[in-house]
């Protein structure tokens, strides 16, 4: 149970670095505040990736920043906080197995560069993931007392809060985001995340948290509002999955919470709780065609007919064959990212039936299939044990933790499950592997009891200055590579804006700026050699252009490995310089 202690590490260091000591804790903990709250509101409209690129960019930032900060106060005080105890070194046996079968898949990734940087739009890839490994340290490292945790709940509370009204709103006909094209969506709840099923994600894991403080009779008022507005949002999502997971979380969370209790009736209710659900869901499959289900949304969402048949088709369409090509590859995996450029050779005819031809399958929507796709099969199987301690302990110590104060780590720890269940349908992108990250911090700093402190022998004032200027170095070039990446998209939308008018000068020099400016993102490539060939196609034949194009499928092709769009785009290419004159 984390006990309340001096707010600063001041008591460990040298008087005359107290303040400072003080104000590095203080930094610290404003930066991960700052992603808690600010990452699930953050959107840029005038990028082409409106919800995704402008999160990953803002969380490397300040993670980078964060990090020159805790090694600032790691040099000046001369010691580590470490938290230890017996169980943690398995769990950081097996963490570190899949630290290290992640860092290979990565090495011998069919696409090293993809799996690094990430596939458009996602930007995954090692690079963020690193990312939220070294979020998940600064809190496991740096959360010392309740008045730090209490406040990273008001943070997250608020943020779902703001999140679920916006959400709200964007389904109103007073629609404030209509800058964003979200007819593909049926009506349903997306923003601020980009998606119904990502925004559905974030909630399944957030709101157990919202209820276990109203359980804990702490931030009664905030708690009762983000449950209420976060519920209404989440209906409005039409995310079964995230329906399914959230319900999971809660009956594991009120299994406990009434075991703690002792109230045996409940307890017993709550266990026969699926059974009866999973019957209703079977009558409403069985009298679809009523006028009350036809004419109630949520229900008419739990039949699986038309639209809501489609998705689970489509599922099912991938992961059998998604399992055969983990199978050909069971050790280490295709690399982090590169689902989109290995899995159209197992994709079968059927998918395009339920898809439309020119998407791409970019994860397998299932996200130990993804795991294992990525790092192997072995990596797959260190995931889920290192899942299963986190579990098995924290129920241990939750069942030794008074009851009061057992509600809020048993909600983040139901929150952990309803996100896990909904990922069996879909997959985590930047807000929820965030969030995810978090809760394992907050859940590891739980489970030990003892805190040790690790002395650092390099204290040399020029050594220390030398290790902080290399630091700043990195976050600068992080910093610069995010934002020229931002200007990228920038200049990405405004081409992709000209395309209905005309195929212009104007559409190939923003794509060629786009391209200019990220390099290895191999989507602007393509987008640009499109242009040309599109160009030469409709209007006139120019030679260095089609030189240009070909460099740049060339280009592409090494970014992405063997990809069947780089190699279609060279074909097309070669074609039209052998026609005479461009006829």
Not at 100 to 120: D, E, H, K, R
Not at 549 to 557: F, G, N, S, V
């Amino acid at each position: 149970e984390l006990e309340a202690q001096p707010s600063g590490s001041a008591a460990h260091g040298k008087s005359v670095a107290r303040p400072l000591l003080r104000l590095l804790d203080g930094a610290i903990e404003i930066l991960w505040l700052a992603v808690i709250f600010v990452l699930p509101l953050l959107f840029v409209p005038i990028l082409q990736t409106t919800f995704e690129l402008p999160k990953v960019a803002f969380f490397r930032i300040v993670v980078a920043a964060m990090t020159i900060l805790w090694t600032a106060k790691v040099l000046i005080e001369g010691k580590i906080r470490l938290f230890f105890e017996k169980k943690l070194c398995l769990l950081g046996i097996l963490g570190g197995a899949f630290a290290l079968l992640y860092i290979l898949a990565t090495i011998f990734s069919v696409a090293p560069v993809l799996s690094v940087f990430g596939w458009y739009p996602r930007f995954g890839g090692f690079y963020t993931s690193f990312c939220y490994v070294v979020f998940g340290l600064m809190i496991f490292l740096n959360l010392r007392s309740v008045k730090q945790l209490n406040r990273i709940i008001v943070a997250i509370m608020a943020s779902v809060s703001i999140s679920s009204l916006f959400a709200l709103i964007s389904i109103t006909k007073f629609n404030l985001f209509d800058f964003w094209n979200a007819d593909i969506f049926l009506g349903r709840a997306y923003f601020p995340i980009g998606h119904p099923d990502f925004l559905g994600g974030f909630l399944a894991i957030t709101l157990p948290v919202a209820i276990a403080c109203i359980f804990q009779g702490k931030n009664r008022v905030l708690s009762s509002i983000t449950a209420v507005l976060g519920l209404s949002a989440l209906y409005f999502t039409m995310s079964r999955s995230a329906y399914l997971g959230l319900f999971i979380g809660l009956v594991f969370f009120l299994l406990v919470a009434f075991h703690k209790m002792r109230n045996w009736k409940l307890l017993v209710f709550t266990t026969i709780l699926p059974i009866l659900t999973g019957l209703i869901i079977l009558l409403v499959n069985i009298y679809y065609t009523t006028p009350l289900i036809q004419n109630t949304p949520i229900l008419n969402r739990l039949v699986f007919q038309g639209e809501a048949l489609r998705s689970l088709q489509t599922r099912f369409a991938i992961w059998p064959n998604a399992i055969k090509q983990i199978i050909n590859k069971p050790f280490l995996g295709y690399g982090p990212e590169t689902f989109a450029v290995t899995f159209p050779a197992y994709a079968p005819a059927s998918l395009n039936h339920y898809e439309n031809f020119t998407e791409i399958a970019d994860h397998s929507h299932n996200e130990l299939l993804d795991i294992a796709q990525q790092t192997g099969i072995f990596g797959a199987l260190a995931y889920i044990m290192f899942l299963v301690l986190v579990f098995i302990y924290t129920l241990r110590r939750i069942g030794k933790t008074p009851k009061q104060k057992s509600y809020l780590y048993t909600g983040i720890l139901s929150g952990i499950l309803a996100l896990l269940v909904t990922n069996l349908f879909g997959f985590s992108v930047t807000v929820t592997w965030v969030y995810f990250t978090l809760f394992l911090a907050l859940m590891l700093r739980f489970i030990p009891k003892k805190e040790l402190f690790a002395p650092i022998t390099l204290q040399k004032p020029l050594k220390i200055i030398l290790f902080l200027l290399i630091l700043t170095g990195v976050f600068v070039n992080s910093f610069l590579q995010d934002f020229q990446l931002v200007k990228a998209d920038f200049y990405y939308r405004k081409g992709i804006e000209y395309q209905p008018k005309a195929w212009t000068e104007d559409v190939f020099n923003n794509f060629k700026l786009a391209a200019n400016l990220a390099p290895l993102q191999s989507q602007y490539l393509l987008t640009k050699l499109y242009s040309i060939e599109k160009d030469t196609r409709l209007y006139v034949f120019k030679p260095e252009k089609l030189l240009e194009a070909l460099k740049d499928a060339e280009k592409a092709l090494l970014l992405r490995g063997s990809d069947a769009f780089s190699h279609f785009a060279i074909a097309k290419i070669e074609t039209y310089s052998t026609w005479p004159n461009g006829s």
